[in-house]
């Protein structure tokens, strides 16, 4: 697989997408609840129409509850979520995902579809593990080589 001519859809990893509806009474401890039952370290703010709005990341819970010594059952999920909520389009290349990460210095990308549908979540894991797997392969293939080189 070609590191440039691949897409966000094809490496994000398969997790389930966790959404939290705003507007919904839910509170930090939800949110935690959330994250711990399906272990996953971020979850997507939706509104009522299952529109994304907003994703509340571990990072986000440190900085917005745990900081503020306040009963995470007293924090609103719309005070912690971060917003606006960056996007890539499922059919986006890796090196745009990584410069709109950079650029924003973000660890996640929500992935849409045309029809704004959330289709997945890339993190900068996916793509290190993209990356990684396109050196061993380089690797695997340069001892192939030396092995053929070697026989002259």
Do not use: W
Not at 19 to 28: L, V
């Amino acid at each position: 697989m070609n590191y440039l001519v691949s897409t966000v859809n094809e490496i994000a990893s398969r997790k389930e997408i966790v959404t939290i509806i705003s507007d919904s009474g839910k509170t930090a401890y939800d949110v935690a609840d959330l994250m711990k039952r399906n272990r996953v370290g971020s979850i997507i703010v939706i509104d009522k129409k299952r529109q994304p709005m907003g994703i509340i990341t571990e990072r986000d819970m440190v900085k917005r509850v745990c900081l503020k010594n306040v009963a995470s059952s007293r924090i609103k999920v719309e005070e912690i979520m971060s917003t606006p909520l960056i996007t890539i389009m499922s059919y986006d290349s890796i090196e745009t995902a990584s410069r709109v990460m950079t650029k924003n210095k973000i660890k996640r990308l929500i992935i849409l579809e045309a029809d704004n549908r959330i289709t997945g979540v890339l993190s900068a894991s996916d793509i290190t593990k993209h990356l990684a797997e396109i050196l061993l392969d380089d690797h695997n293939q340069y001892r192939s080589l030396r092995f053929a080189v070697d026989l002259s």
